[in-house]
């Protein structure tokens, strides 16, 4: 992932925690890797919320193979105090959505489609690039908090939360 494409990324994944009034949008690779957060993140725990994300998608997509369906690209699970919006972005990410009773499902669907569009335009300059983002990728893996980091010579950010000024220490 380049310096560039994160920082457009995390004004997308800001404006729509404000436009649909969610607690917490996440952006994680279909592999498991959590690319960035925006919002109200430090109460979740960002890596195991984005291997589980990844793991209904792929979960999903076996269904949909099943009742032959390509994928089911928006998924909704409805909890007592918050609910998950989780939609397919590309070929390659999926966008996380948690809210609660500020905001509701019209609302946030409606508003991440705009943010959907947007990412899908980041990804694809991205595979131009040959810099797509999760493991194996040339621009490396996102970490979570405390996450690896990239080499700062090549302009690559592997962890969202560390910033492009310093290393993270391990």
Known sequence: MYEEEWEK?????DQLVK??????????DKSG?????SGEYEDFDGTSLASLASE??????????IIAQKEFSIMF????????????V??????????????NLEMVRSDSRT????????LDQLKKKGGGSGPGSSG???????GPRGNPAENVLTDPWAGPEKESVH
């Open 9 to 13: 990324i995390k004004v997308i994944l």
């Open 115 to 122: 943010a959907i569009e947007q990412l899908a335009e980041i």
């Open 56 to 65: 209904n998608v792929q979960a999903t997509g076996g269904l949909a193979k």
């Open 19 to 28: 436009v649909s009034n969610s607690k917490v949008v996440f952006l994680v």
């Open 140 to 146: 490396g893996g996102a970490g979570g908090p405390g």
């Open 77 to 88: 699970q409805e909890g007592e105090r918050d609910n998950l919006f989780i939609s397919v």
């Open 90 to 103: 590309g070929d390659r990410w999926i966008l996380v959505v948690i809210f609660d009773k500020r905001s």
């Open 33 to 37: 890797q959590l690319i960035a957060a």
